[in-house]
């Protein structure tokens, strides 16, 4: 199962986000932490790139078996997020910490044109999630190069969108990154449908 929603960047929809990820994991055990991750990682994107300047950003839940993937796309920012094992960092207790403590693995894709930052959580039920914890594998999904090639052309294509391939749901997305634009989320299953799609929206430069 697989859903996405958009909110706009703003620091109001923090709790929305906790809210729409808690209600789809109702019946999942560790609800809470997902929902509580999912809420770090849109605060990144409000507080950190250009999603908090009159902006969108994304939240893709996927839930397949024992495992739970959230991630937000968002408008973009010259900085990397800091994810990765290293519980003894003042941080580690809150913000994008809490990914590298909760989550089995977590990373980050993208640049200043955009960006989606995930963590995939495995069941506490799962007897292989034990060895998982301390620290997440920081580790970015491994696309297969044409993929990534095809993600890089339409980022410096359509600059005014953020654009990006969903590893787990085998879609590409696009969100405007000013929320002026009266399309808020588009998605096709390819790169090329993605393109017509923007093209015929006027996306073009």
């Known amino acids: 199962m697989r859903w996405c929603k958009v909110f706009p960047g703003q620091e109001d929809q923090i709790p929305c986000v906790h809210t729409f990820v808690s209600q789809l994991l109702a019946d999942h055990p560790d609800r809470a932490d997902i929902a509580t991750c999912a809420a770090e990682l849109a605060a990144n994107a409000v507080r950190h790139t250009a999603s908090g300047r009159d902006g969108f950003f994304a939240t893709e839940v996927t839930w397949t078996g024992l495992t739970v993937r959230v991630a937000v796309a968002d408008g973009g920012a010259g900085t ?16 994008l910490g809490l990914l590298a403590r909760l989550a089995s693995r977590c990373g980050t894709e993208g640049d200043q044109r955009g960006r989606v930052v995930w963590a995939q959580f495995l069941a506490s039920t799962d007897p292989h999630r034990s060895g998982t914890a301390p620290g997440a594998t920081s580790l970015p ?28 749901t085998r879609q590409w997305w696009a969100i405007p990154k000013q929320a002026s634009r009266a399309t808020a989320l588009v998605t096709e299953p390819t790169a090329g449908a993605l393109a017509q799609r923007l093209d015929a929206l006027g996306a073009a430069p």
């Open 80 to 95: 990397t997020p800091p994810l990765g094992p290293d519980r003894t960092a003042p941080e580690a207790d809150g913000g």
């Open 141 to 168: 999904l491994a696309a297969e190069r044409s993929t990534a090639d095809q993600a890089a052309e339409l980022a410096e294509r359509y600059q005014g969108w953020h654009t990006w391939f969903g590893h787990w």
